[in-house]
């Protein structure tokens, strides 16, 4: 098959997402993948207020020998700007790539690019699969653009030959936005079982000095200003949670007010934060938590999301603290070694009653609980959706 790839986030930086393992995978096993990407989000680090149009060959994050073709094109990086641009910008590349490379499928992660490409796959009478692994237009940093975004979205829904969603939770809030029932499916998050649960942390232990007796809690990811950090980083000041140590590994948003925190509080010692590693050594890290936390508000863009980190922390068999939210608990319900939690601020008192009952059980049971999630299996079951809309 030849598959064309549309979404409006870095291709490159984020991630690995649903998209990189199971697009590397079929890349793996002979089919040609093509990726349109863009990143409107980066562009006040930008040198340049306009972006050139570049093109990557063998591009791989979770494969080696799993390759695919990424093309950015250009845009402007001014707010406002930045959303014309791409439309103009990409309906261009969209177009030509069509032609060009001659797509028996496409697969959209995004809004904007996503219509365009429905549009041109329409005339062209090939199928069009859209993933959903957001509530997307909740994530839109405009406010004032999110109802337009949700109406495109919704639109985008209702005209795909399928919809893909990564959870149960997903999948309803799809069929709420319009797309037909009998159109839609669950391909869940996966993990590299072996990968995460052979990975030893005693070097990462040893390399930012924590301790025996320390009970090291472990969030990686992209740190959005609601992921519960900052409440956790400030809990970890009380007296009671002397030996509790916060290993962070991302960058994002909360970056700069952590390091504030750090230093107003004296946390050196406590709050140790890397910045994205290779996706080979994130296992290390994980290894080296004696707990793993998604400590995320309940707002709305949280509510239907299982991120996929959920599944590396269970793989690795460390017991997780979650936030209760409707998509976690929908998913995986209880006594499966996640401990759930009102509030931010909760977590370190969870994570000193799981460091008095042990780790061990509660590791066991998260582990089995995905030990059936693997990504070569789901890879087998998107390839089947994709041949299924090509031949419908």
């Known amino acids: 098959m030849r598959i064309l790839v549309v979404q409006e986030s870095d291709w490159l930086d984020r991630g690995p997402l649903q998209s990189h393992h199971l697009m590397e995978r079929l890349s793996k096993r002979g089919h040609q993948i093509l990726v349109i990407d863009t990143d409107i989000r980066t562009k006040k680090q930008a040198a340049s ?40 910008t ?19 992660f995004g809004i904007l690019n996503a ?28 406010k004032y653009f999110q109802v337009l975004a949700k ?16 959870n149960e939770s997903l999948k309803d809030y799809t069929i709420e936005m319009g797309a037909d029932i009998s159109k839609t499916a669950v391909i869940r998050a996966g993990v590299d079982l072996e990968r995460f649960s052979s990975a030893d942390g005693t070097a990462i232990r040893e390399r930012y000095g924590l301790g025996i007796n320390d009970v090291v809690l472990f969030f990686m990811g992209l740190l959005y200003s609601f992921s519960g950090l900052k409440e956790v ?17 991302g960058k994002g948003y909360l ?3 952590l390091q504030e925190i750090k230093r107003k509080y004296k946390l050196d010692n406590k709050i140790i934060m890397i910045d994205w590693e290779s996706y080979e050594n994130v296992p290390e890290y994980i290894a080296a938590a004696d707990i793993c936390i998604l400590p995320a508000y309940k707002n709305e863009i949280m509510k239907n999301i299982v991120p996929i980190k959920m599944y590396e922390y269970m793989a690795a068999g460390k017991p997780v603290i979650a936030s209760n939210l409707y998509g976690i608990m929908k998913e995986f319900g209880n006594d499966n070694g996640i401990s759930y939690v009102d509030r931010p ?13 042990g780790y061990d059980l509660a590791g066991r049971r998260a582990k089995k609980s995905v030990e059936n999630n693997n990504w070569d299996i789901l890879a087998n079951d998107f390839e089947d959706i994709l041949r299924e809309v090509m031949d419908g």
């Open 345 to 357: 601020e909760d977590v370190l008192l969870k994570a000193r009653e799981l460091r008095d009952d």
């Open 151 to 166: 109406f495109i979205e919704s639109k985008n829904m209702k005209n795909s030959e399928k919809v893909i969603s990564i």
């Open 115 to 142: 219509n365009i490409a429905i549009n041109f796959a329409e005339k062209k009478n090939i199928p069009f699969v859209y993933y959903i692994i957001d509530e997307l237009h909740r994530l839109v940093p405009q």
């Open 255 to 257: 970056w700069d007010d």
């Open 49 to 88: 207020i306009v972006s050139k149009r570049n093109i990557f060959k063998n591009v791989h994050k979770v494969i080696d020998d799993g390759g695919i073709t990424l093309i950015r094109p250009s845009i402007i990086k001014i707010p406002i700007l930045d959303y014309i641009s791409l439309v103009w």
């Open 233 to 249: 980083a400030m809990e970890l000041a009380k007296p009671e949670n002397g030996n509790v140590k916060l290993l962070i590994l």
């Open 90 to 108: 990409h309906a261009g590349e969209i177009k030509n790539q069509i032609n060009e490379f001659k797509p028996d499928v496409i697969v959209g």
